[in-house]
């Protein structure tokens, strides 16, 4: 398989060259469909340069359904058990596209608004301003155990679970790729924050993604980056040829550590009696909520018991107390050392460095 390079070709039949269950992620940014008609003028009569080549129409939108069909249909193909696929588009074409991915059984896992924070103004002053696109996140079945690094996107958002509507500002000044007339060297050129947000989300280092529709090569150019493999197509020579040159200036970030934060779950496991084992918890520590509503102290065996005499792990009474099915209770109980209050998943942390200091590499 061509990994890290760029198939001049046909969509569908460049897919169809490519082998079963060989790629992580498919990122695809298809033809809208626009249906435009006429040209587009500002206020000040100077001409708004739309989307109008001809890769974006098709007769009907039978025609544009059966070409969604054909290259979903590839990618679910090729993509493998647990790999995901990322759609962009607007309101002309998104819902078609949507209801195709669930009748190829795909496992929709979310739908994420793309939120402009400078769109392009509507002139005619006949419908709301458009100023956001759509992404469908979808695995390649519901059986699908899908990649998300959600530690990561945490970091990303300011220790904030990320949501679903992201604020993020269109391609525009430097990143914007021109040509030698000063024109965009393409209508849908997207911006490259928006790319590394989803590639961080979705895949491991060195995993496949593959852009069926590459354009002048964002996905490329990210993917290289942060060190991801990837595939594109691109039917056009003058865009292969920009995003060739495009991804040859881009420079990957050479350290690991640098790249993402660990899954907590691939963290060595600690069980919660290591804390009294190393001396970090004594039998008869009192632990808390952040709120100080729930308290509980330690017992030798590592289990908690209340003051109604209701005992358990610490996961176990923190959801008994709270009368909840579940808590993780490395985040739910705090304790007090040295006049400071700390979540006790802090001295987890600290045997796991220990751990990692008095282990050779």
Same mark, same amino acid.
């Given at each position: 398989?061509?990994?890290? &390079?760029?198939? %001049?070709?046909?969509?569908?039949? /460049?897919?169809?060259? *490519?082998? $079963? ?121 519901? &059986?699908?155990? %899908?990649?998300?690094?959600?530690? /990561?996107?945490?970091? *990303?958002? $300011? ?203």
């Amino acid at each position: 398989m061509a990994e890290n &390079k760029i198939i %001049h070709g046909d969509c569908i039949t /460049a897919l169809r060259g *490519l082998a $079963d269950h060989s790629v992580d992620l498919v990122f695809a940014d298809p033809p809208y469909n626009l249906q435009l008609s006429g040209d587009l003028s500002r206020p000040d009569q100077t001409h708004v340069d739309a989307v109008k080549d001809a890769w974006d129409q098709f007769d009907s939108f039978a025609a544009y359904d059966e070409f969604t069909k054909l290259w979903l249909t590839e990618a679910r193909r090729v993509l493998k058990p647990d790999g995901t696929i990322w759609v962009i588009g607007s309101y002309h074409n998104i819902f078609r596209v949507g209801a195709i991915l669930q009748d190829l059984d795909y496992w929709i896992l979310n739908d994420v608004v793309w939120r402009k924070t400078n769109p392009m103004p509507n002139f005619r002053g006949r419908r709301f301003t458009n100023a956001h696109e759509t992404l469908i996140w979808a695995a390649r079945s519901q &059986k699908s155990r %899908h990649v998300f690094n959600y530690e /990561a996107m945490k970091a *990303l958002n $300011d220790d904030v679970q990320m949501r679903s509507d992201w604020e993020l500002p269109i391609c525009t000044g430097s990143e914007r790729l021109k040509e030698a007339d000063g024109k965009k060297a393409h209508p849908t050129q997207k911006p490259e924050n928006l790319l590394a947000r989803v590639i961080l989300a979705s895949t491991r280092r060195d995993d496949v993604i593959l852009d069926p529709f590459f354009g002048t090569g964002t996905t490329g150019a990210v993917a290289k980056k942060l060190n991801r493999q990837f595939i594109g197509i691109e039917q056009d020579a003058t865009y292969v040829d920009i995003a060739r040159r495009r991804i040859a200036a881009v420079t990957p970030i050479d350290s690991k550590d640098l790249l993402e934060t660990q899954p907590r779950r691939a963290l060595p496991k600690i069980p919660f009696g290591s804390l009294i084992e190393r001396g970090l918890l004594t039998p008869g520590d009192r632990l808390f909520d952040s709120r100080k509503r729930f308290s509980a102290q330690v017992r030798a065996d590592g289990s908690l018991v209340a003051k109604d005499k209701q005992s358990g792990s610490i996961h176990v009474l923190g959801a008994k107390l709270q009368n909840l099915p579940s808590c993780n209770g490395w985040t739910f109980w705090h304790v007090e050392k040295a006049g400071k209050t700390m979540v006790i998943d802090e001295l987890r942390n600290q045997i796991r460095a220990e751990n990692e200091t008095s282990t050779p590499h």
